[in-house]
């Protein structure tokens, strides 16, 4: 089903209000990536929990040098986020245009 113009606008406001900004996440990135606050701010639960439990886990046991292959996995593993962002922005941007397309097109009446 086409959208009127009316309704495309609809969208593209109500997304620019609810996507995420690429720019916070950076900056969560930056001064929290130890506790995945990226991860989280951009709907990664799952994922930040295993970036934390490599991180801070390779952190405990490299006391006792078994930690310190988990520690350099995760010290990679954030480095490589800085380049995966951009990406994970523009997919939760993809995902809820999809999903307030057909929110609109279900609630609003196309013109006649």
């Keep these: 089903m086409q959208l009127s113009t009316q309704q495309q606008m609809l969208v593209e406001q109500r997304l620019t209000n609810e996507k995420k900004s690429a720019g916070v996440a950076y900056l969560l990135w930056f001064f929290l990536g130890g506790f995945s606050a990226h991860r989280f701010y951009l709907g990664k639960p799952g994922v930040a929990a295993a970036q934390i439990a490599v991180i801070w ?20 593993w954030l480095i490589v986020d800085v380049f995966l962002i951009g990406g994970l922005v523009e997919s939760d941007a993809a995902t809820k245009r999809a999903r307030i397309t057909n929110e609109v097109s279900l609630t609003t009446r196309p013109e006649a």
């Design 57 to 76: 886990g390779g952190l405990l046991l490299s006391v006792i040098y078994i930690g310190i292959p988990l520690l350099i996995a995760g010290a990679i």
